[in-house]
Nanobody, 125 residues
């Protein structure tokens, strides 16, 4: 069973950038498709980005397309989210999540069984 730990969150001004990382342990990282999700106060958890096990396929929420980039390094057991042109609407707790790579593509949070604890991203105006 894989364990996930996010890092890299913080406070940034609008227009700035952050790079989130998600370190995986306890399993073979390449066996998992990965996703980034976020949850703002009073809102449901929402999909941000998805990457398959080999990095051959990625998918983004419309709200972040062109600004965020998901990537992974299977040799380092690490998932990344490069976030550029941040705006206050991006403020949320960001979570990485893992799913067996053979189960197909999805953007639904409940279909990811493994989650990190989250990292706070705050964008000031």
């Amino acid at each position: 069973q894989v364990q996930l730990v996010e890092s890299g969150g913080g406070l940034v001004q609008a227009g700035g950038s952050l790079r989130l990382s998600c370190a995986a342990s306890g399993g073979t990282f390449a066996n998992y498709a990965m996703g980034w999700f976020r949850q703002a106060p009073g809102k449901e958890r929402e999909f941000v980005a998805y990457i398959n096990w080999s990095s051959a396929y990625t998918n983004y929420a419309d709200s972040v397309k062109g600004r965020f980039t998901i990537s992974r390094d299977n040799a380092k057991n690490t998932l990344y989210l490069q976030m550029n042109s941040l705006n206050p609407e991006d403020t949320a707790v960001y979570f990485c999540a893992a799913r067996n790579r053979f189960l197909g593509i999805t953007t639904t949070p409940k279909e990811f069984p493994y989650w990190g604890q989250g990292t706070q991203v705050t964008v000031s105006s």
